[in-house]
Nanobody, 124 residues
Framework: QVELVESGGGLVQVGGSLRLSCAAS????????MGWFRQAPGKEREFVAA??????????NYANSVKGRFTISRDSSIDTLYLQMNSLKPEDTAVYYC???????????????WGQGTQVTVSS
């Protein structure tokens, strides 16, 4: 059974930091692009960050709203994805989802596997 299990969410004050983890099991995701999405109450799920392998090495991309504050990384040896979130803002409050997509890109309509989500709440 394939599973993506997120952890590390919680309540943090404005300007604080959190590190999310996503542990993958049930198959190897080394050939998959992986990423993070989030969904705030009353809003659609949105892309946050993605990481993938290519012939030129590791490639990352970020939503403009998190550039310079969030860092995505992965440890392929243990099939774990991370999202380091710094300088958190109230608008970062959302449920954060881990995602795995075959191929080199991560978009909501290409994701094959989703995690169950972890809540991040930033208090002002």
């Amino acid at each position: 059974q394939v599973e993506l299990v997120e952890s590390g969410g919680g309540l943090v004050q404005v300007g604080g930091s959190l590190r999310l983890s996503c542990a993958a099991s049930g198959r190897t995701f080394r050939s998959y692009a992986m990423g993070w999405f989030r969904q705030a109450p009353g809003k659609e799920r949105e892309f946050v960050a993605a990481i993938s392998w290519s012939w030129s090495g590791i490639s990352t991309n970020y939503a403009n709203s998190v550039k310079g504050r969030f860092t995505i990384s992965r440890d392929s040896s243990i099939d774990t994805l991370y999202l380091q979130m710094n300088s958190l803002k109230p608008e970062d409050t959302a449920v954060y989802y881990c995602a795995a997509s075959p191929g080199g890109t991560v978009k909501a309509d290409t994701v094959q596997y989703w995690g169950q989500g972890t809540q991040v709440t930033v208090s002002s």
